[in-house]
């Protein structure tokens, strides 16, 4: 009944290519990190878009819980990119003005929308139970959408592809 708690027998691990860190951090390059962030960007939209069908129906309880689904997710990527990609590549760039420009440029930004997210997500965590959060949601939602939507479109356009093993 319980053999999920029984050691399991290890594989053995195979070692990953080494890759060159960044220069000045621990941080090494990572072939699947834009692949696992661009995974993050569909799993958030997914989200939204449930919390919009639970909005739609007016299930609040579920619209509080996808709403911590959201945070927990959210943060997850944020952190993913803040300490992965925006290190990896102000570092990477570092000579390049014009590209650590931009990298600086994104990572403000996303800073900014990151705390405006927290913000949003925190003023509804009490969706279900204060009847005038409801009327203010609905908008509110739509905005952090809208944000979100444009942000993960510029990324992936710009940003990502800014991300290499070699510059």
């Not at 993050?40 to 909005?55: G, T």
């Amino acid at each position: 009944m319980f053999g999920f708690f029984r050691n399991k027998k290890r594989q053995p691990q195979t070692h990953p290519t080494a890759y060159r860190n960044a220069p000045g951090t621990h941080i090494s390059y990572s072939p699947e990190l834009v692949d696992n962030l661009k995974s993050d960007h569909q799993a958030l939209l997914s989200l939204y878009m449930e919390i919009k069908s639970d909005l739609d129906a007016r299930r609040y309880p579920k619209i509080v819980e996808k709403l911590a689904e959201f945070r927990t997710a959210l943060t997850s990527h944020l952190l993913t990119e803040n300490v992965r990609l925006y290190v990896y590549l102000d570092r990477q760039f570092s000579r390049d003005e014009t590209n650590s420009e931009l990298i600086r440029s994104f990572r403000k930004e996303m800073d900014n929308i990151g705390r405006i997210a927290m913000n949003f997500l925190r003023k509804y965590e009490e969706l279900g139970v204060d009847a005038d959060l409801v009327k203010h949601f609905s908008k509110d939602f739509a905005t952090i959408g809208e944000v979100l939507t444009n942000r993960i479109q510029r990324e992936e356009e710009t940003l990502y592809p800014l991300y290499m093993e070699d510059y």
